[in-house]
């Protein structure tokens, strides 16, 4: 399901169809700190002004649909980059997991550590089965800070990158 650009979709969550609330198109981003795999402390507000940033968040680290998402991006990487975009992926998972995870799969992006779920709380980000894993949901910031579009399919996990990209190319070319 998606929402942004000139589009507003009421989606459904997960395995048991409840109704999600999506942050809302133009919204101001809240700001996190995080910690990305390298143990490296970065501020959302470091790429706000610099770059469209895809926030991804997803269940967890080395299960197969996370994997295929984020080799996805891996290999996408290069256009994000190209059209002025930086991708962070964030999930539940601890650094040491994001630091294995990144290196086994060659992941040119940051991954943040949400351990305890306060950066998926600000997002509005569903746990998934049984309240212990993350929804995945996808969302786009402009330069200026602002939500410009959000994507959910748990259950295809690759779509987030091609309809990510599609956004990036748009907002890319109006810059």
């Known amino acids: 399901m998606v929402i942004g650009i000139d589009k507003t979709i009421q989606s459904k969550a997960g395995f048991f169809s409840k109704k999600i609330e ?26 706000i002004g610099q770059k469209i940033i ?4 997803y269940p967890k680290d080395f299960t197969p649909g996370c994997t295929a998402q984020a ?3 891996r290999d996408e990487y290069e256009e994000f980059v190209e059209h002025g975009a930086e991708v962070i992926g964030i999930s539940g998972d601890s650094n040491d997991s994001h630091t294995q995870f990144s290196t086994r ?11 305890d779920g306060s950066i998926r ?3 509005d980000v569903p746990t998934g089965f049984f309240g212990v894993l993350f929804s995945r949901i996808t969302y786009i910031i402009d330069l200026n800070g602002h939500i ?28």
Do not use: G
């Open 71 to 73: 080799c996805s991006f």
């Open 105 to 115: 799969y060659s992941l040119p992006f940051h991954l943040a550590t949400d351990v």
């Open 22 to 47: 999506m942050l809302p198109f133009k919204s101001k981003a809240p700001l996190f700190e995080f910690t990305n795999q390298h143990s490296k402390k970065l501020h959302l507000s470091d790429f």
């Open 54 to 57: 895809v926030l991804y968040f």
């Open 121 to 123: 709380r600000m997002y």
């Open 148 to 175: 410009v579009w959000s994507y959910k399919s748990n259950l295809a996990p690759k779509s987030h990158v091609a309809e990510a990209l599609k956004v990036i190319k748009s907002l890319s070319k109006h810059h």
